[in-house]
């Protein structure tokens, strides 16, 4: 990606993607996060950052493939298993940016919604929360416990 264009001191918009043990699906989720980063890129700077939470398959490995050739891309990769909410936590508190997305690697919370959530703040909230569409058709509904596991923009983290 190449970026082009930007205001001048582009807003920083950094994705958090906590993983464990997800070789299978990293790649399929690059390929479809990347075109939203491109167009992401038009108005602000964006960074990937991967959360390896003590991966023991391919998933260091695979990331490290994909960062080696995109220099957006970045990983932190945690010693042991701390759990998705501290590895999350782990992510903000080592990554810059002004906006923070965190996103599942899994694709159950589709990349592509990203560019809702941003309009969503560039309109003026400063947090977003939502779910994939079709929850519901599968019997699940709408849950509060499963807050943790969807897709969230949070524009009040501001980096140091």
């Known amino acids: 990606m190449q970026t082009k264009n930007l205001p001048t001191n582009p807003l920083l918009l950094t994705v958090i993607v906590p993983v464990f043990n997800e070789a299978e699906v990293i790649p399929l989720f690059f390929t479809r996060i990347s075109p939203v980063l491109t167009k992401l890129e038009e108005t602000y700077k964006v960074n990937l950052v991967f959360l390896n939470n003590a991966s023991t398959d391919k998933t260091y490995e695979i990331i490290s493939e994909i960062r080696s050739r995109f220099n957006f891309v970045y990983l932190i990769t945690m010693s042991t298993n701390v759990g998705y909410q501290k590895s999350i936590e782990c992510g903000l508190r080592n990554s810059n940016g002004d906006i923070f997305v965190v996103i599942d690697v899994d694709c159950e919370d589709p990349p592509e919604m990203i560019l809702q959530f941003v309009a969503n703040y560039d309109y003026g909230r400063r947090s977003s929360i939502g779910r994939a569409s079709d929850c519901g058709s599968e ?17 009040c983290f501001k980096s140091k």
């Open 139 to 155: 019997g699940r509904g709408f849950d509060p416990r499963r807050l943790p596991h969807i897709l969230y923009i949070q524009g």
